[in-house]
């Protein structure tokens, strides 16, 4: 069996490089698994331009692939590979990958990020990657000349829109309330823009369309108290993708919309379900929860967790490369004073043996 590595890194995006640039330079040589989407969420993105330091923007792939270079320098070693499960509590630590191989490990930072969560609209299943998409920045281009819906009321819908607006003829922004959760500034860029449109206490019930022709539509709801999704029974949607009637409660509104693509931009859900039988205790939304204060501790001794994985409210690209940094710190410090009490107990054992 290999040797274990001193520090394994799980994810590549900017937390996953901040915690590699730094325990490479304090010669850990981590090895850093990129996991099923190298580079993680920056690389979905055009302009960054909240990141210090670069006061024109900066591209989120040429920010990743900078920090990446940069681990690199040091000394950081980087592999294809996607954690399955892990086995935290032995010494060594176990992580078992998808590609049926394991991996072993003295301390292990957990960067794996966040996930575009859906919706349950009807035939989402089936039309993902068809004119459905989580990821404006990624299939946006395909929708120029169409009209398209955006799902969703906070930062991330707004950021879809505006994006899609430079290719799109028209965006609806699609939210089951009346008043958006979005920052005021994005907010007030997505009203003041020409082509974007809202409605209101609206929700996606079905999207239509095929693996052929794509979407070519969609079926809303909407209730003047908003949320009217909860005043159908679950088939709704079945029934609506069907073309049936949907039988619809007082006062909620069905109709169908013609669109060419659906956005879905209502946040995501932690990368954790791989820590599911260890003792790493995550919250109720799956979370990673530290120790408490400043600190990446998990509370089972050598695991750190940095980024958005352990962050449900900043969700920053500074923040995550911020708690990357604390991580490996605190890396560094779990392996300096394990090996120290190593090296007082052989001293004791010595001592005993004369
Ligand atoms: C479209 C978009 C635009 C954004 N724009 C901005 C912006 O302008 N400014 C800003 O500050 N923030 C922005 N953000 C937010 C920012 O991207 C995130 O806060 C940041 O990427 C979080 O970094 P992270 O390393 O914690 O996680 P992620 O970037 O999500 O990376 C997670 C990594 O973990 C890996 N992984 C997941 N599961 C496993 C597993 N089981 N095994 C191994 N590896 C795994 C993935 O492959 C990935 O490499 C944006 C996000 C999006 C989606």
Not at 186 to 194: L, T, Y
Not at 237 to 260: F, I, M, S, Y
Not at 340 to 347: F, G, L, M
Request: net charge negative.
């Amino acid at each position: 069996m290999s040797k274990p590595h001193e520090v394994v890194i799980v994810g590549s995006g900017i937390a996953g490089l901040s915690a590699a640039v730094y325990t490479a330079r304090a010669d850990l040589e981590p090895l850093v698994l990129e996991g099923p989407e190298p580079g993680g969420q920056l690389t979905l993105t055009t302009d960054v331009e909240n990141y210090l330091g670069f006061p024109d923007g900066v591209g989120g792939m040429e920010l990743i692939q900078h920090g990446k270079e940069q681990a690199k320098r040091f000394g950081a070693t980087f592999e294809h590979g996607t954690v399955e499960a892990a086995s935290v509590e032995g010494e060594p630590m176990e992580l078992q990958l998808s590609n049926g191989e394991s991996l072993r490990t003295h301390a292990l930072i957990v960067a794996t990020g966040a996930s575009a969560r859906w919706v349950g609209a009807a035939n989402e299943d089936d039309l993902m990657g068809y004119g459905l998409s989580t990821c404006a920045t990624c299939d946006g281009a395909f929708h120029r000349g169409d009209d398209v819906l955006v799902i969703g009321g906070g930062d991330s819908a707004m950021e879809e829109a505006l994006f899609l607006a430079k290719f799109a003829d028209s965006v609806t922004i699609v939210h089951r309330r009346d008043e958006l959760r979005a920052s005021d500034i994005m907010a007030r860029r997505a009203r003041e823009h020409e082509k974007i449109g809202f409605r209101w206490n609206a929700e996606l019930l079905a999207i239509h369309g095929s693996e052929e022709t794509g979407v070519t539509g969609a079926t809303l709801v909407s209730h003047p108290d908003g949320h009217p999704r909860e005043k159908l029974d679950d088939n709704a949607g079945e029934r609506a993708a069907a073309g049936d009637p949907v039988d619809p409660a007082a006062d909620v509104d069905v109709d169908r919309v013609d669109v060419g693509g659906i956005f879905y931009g209502v946040g995501h859900v932690p990368n954790t379900a791989f820590l599911a039988d260890t003792p790493i205790s995550l919250d109720e939304d799956g979370y990673i929860e530290t120790t408490g204060g400043m600190t990446t501790e998990t509370g089972v001794p050598g695991v750190f967790a940095a980024g958005d994985v352990m962050d449900p409210n900043y969700r920053q690209a500074i923040t995550a490369a911020g708690t990357g940094s604390m991580a490996a710190l605190d890396t560094e410090a779990w392996l300096e004073s394990r090996a120290a009490a190593e090296t007082d107990r052989q001293v004791a054992t010595a001592e005993a043996d004369d």
